[in-house]
């Protein structure tokens, strides 16, 4: 959840795309933090507490995939 939440505060528009996931994904990961933390995402104060553990931790990049997910029929 804390790498979805910074994608999401850094990159808000991209940030489904940078994670590898679909954007309703997103959409329900960041509401489940809404219900656990009691955080709005678009508020500007409830960002900036959130932006706070983001910032502490560090960032772990994905590696790429060893082969293509899809490969097709």
């Known amino acids: 959840m804390l790498a979805t939440a910074a994608a999401w505060l850094h990159h808000p528009a991209d940030a489904a795309n940078r994670l590898g996931i679909h954007r309703n994904t997103l959409t329900a990961r960041l509401t489940h933090l809404h219900r656990l933390l009691h955080l709005h995402p678009h508020r500007l104060a409830d960002r900036a507490t959130l932006a706070s553990p983001c910032a502490c931790t560090p960032r772990r ?10 490969t097709g029929c």
């Open 61 to 70: 990049r994905r590696p790429p995939p060893s082969r293509p997910l899809w």
